[in-house]
């Protein structure tokens, strides 16, 4: 794994916006950043593959065991929609995708820092935007890149295929989660499927019918959503997703995997596992150096570093929840950057990663997505 400065493509903007990267550049700042680039072995590809595919087999136990234990309240899921995320566990609805965020250089096994199970970003970046800049740069190379293929191979296998479109939302206020749901919504047009957008502000709901529906009070039977279901679940609408007919993506049992209190338990059911660090509730502190981390927190906020005696820190509005406490593992650091490798699992296989560096320890919402590519070895 190596970190290998180089020129940006003269057009990069022109180029990455007509894949539909609107948002490459974020209060002024570069967040699509091709001035450097990642290198890997086909050996190290593998290493990250592997490690994929482990954990998300590690997730799925992890839920199963949450579920016959009853540990939903640990988690900080109510009571009331339990039964919701039962039924969609038994029924074995499919989830698109996940995140794995990784602790790694290139040696030793790869650490979990973190799954984002329900709402993980960066995905049109990972796909689409940085295999085109592969085919400008290095047509000879290869990359750990098979999503979009993925993705739209998901759809034509999904079992719900119907005359009923596919609804996609997310809030109205970001253009990085509006270009990531059109681009899942590409590969569902692709995969076969009608689609619409809505913003979740336009969702309604029909007191008569008891369903929910569209912007003309069309029913919606079908809901992908890049909106966290912490939300979902106490928002107004909330209370009726019990009750209404509709099919949602990610699915209800992936609120298992969407909090950091996962990571405890993961570590209590195959602790010791080399692709996992120890983790506990807030109620059994750490000893030596560790990271503190909200059960639900967005783009670094709240996270604070404790570390051969110093502390490291961020602010924002999470944490009432409460916190995990994680083993603390150094991210590598190459030329005042410190890189999390992003690995995606696309219908229950690995398909390819994507890598954001930030120049501190804790990855906030002002890191750069930098591309990568691979060489024999």
């Not at 602790?271 to 059960?295: C, I, M, W």
């Not at 404790?306 to 602010?315: A, D, E, L, N, Y």
Request: charge should be negative; glycine fraction near 8%.
């Amino acid at each position: 794994m190596k970190r290998i400065p180089i020129d940006p493509r003269p057009d990069w903007r022109e180029r990455v916006e007509s894949v539909g990267m609107l948002y490459h550049t974020i209060d002024d700042e570069l967040y699509w950043d091709e001035s450097a680039c990642y290198q890997f072995t086909r050996r190290e590809v593998d290493t990250l593959d592997l490690a994929t595919a482990e954990l998300h087999s590690l997730c799925l136990q992890a839920v199963e065991e949450v579920i016959r234990r009853n540990l939903f309240s640990r988690l900080c899921i109510p009571e009331w929609f339990v039964p919701r995320i039962i039924s969609s566990w038994e029924m074995d609805e499919p989830s698109v995708y996940g995140r794995f965020d990784l602790a790694w250089d290139g040696s030793g096994p790869p650490k979990l820092l973190e799954y984002n199970a329900d709402t993980p970003t960066s995905l049109l970046e990972a796909s689409v935007v940085q295999w085109f800049w592969l085919q400008d740069k290095y047509p000879e190379a290869d990359q750990f890149n098979s999503i979009h293929e993925k993705l739209i191979s998901f759809w034509e296998r999904w079992p719900y295929l119907q005359r009923d479109p596919v609804y996609f939302i997310c809030s109205s206020g970001s253009i990085e989660d509006l270009g990531n749901v059109e681009y899942l919504r590409d590969t569902s047009v692709q995969g076969g499927f009608a689609t619409r957008r809505l913003f979740v502000e336009e969702v309604g709901w029909d007191h008569t019918q008891r369903r929910f529906v569209g912007l003309e009070d069309e029913p919606i039977h079908t809901l992908f959503k890049l909106y966290p279901w912490e939300w979902m679940v106490r928002d107004e609408f909330g209370r009726y997703l019990t009750e209404a007919n509709l099919r949602i993506m990610e699915p209800a049992w992936k609120m298992v995997l969407s909090t950091k209190g996962i990571l405890p338990f993961l570590w209590k059911l195959f602790e010791g596992h080399q692709n996992l660090l120890q983790a506990t509730f807030e109620d059994s502190p750490l000893n030596g150096d560790y990271v503190r981390k909200p059960l639900f927190s967005r783009e670094g906020s709240n996270v604070e570093i404790c570390r051969g005696g110093g502390v490291v820190s961020t602010s924002g509005s999470y944490g009432s929840e409460g916190y995990i406490f994680q083993r603390y593992s150094p991210l590598p650091f190459f030329d005042g950057n410190y890189p999390v490798i992003g690995s995606w699992i696309i219908d229950g296989e690995p398909a390819g990663i994507g890598i954001r560096e930030d120049q501190t320890v804790i990855t906030t919402n002002g890191s750069r997505f930098v591309p990568h590519y691979f060489v024999e070895g």
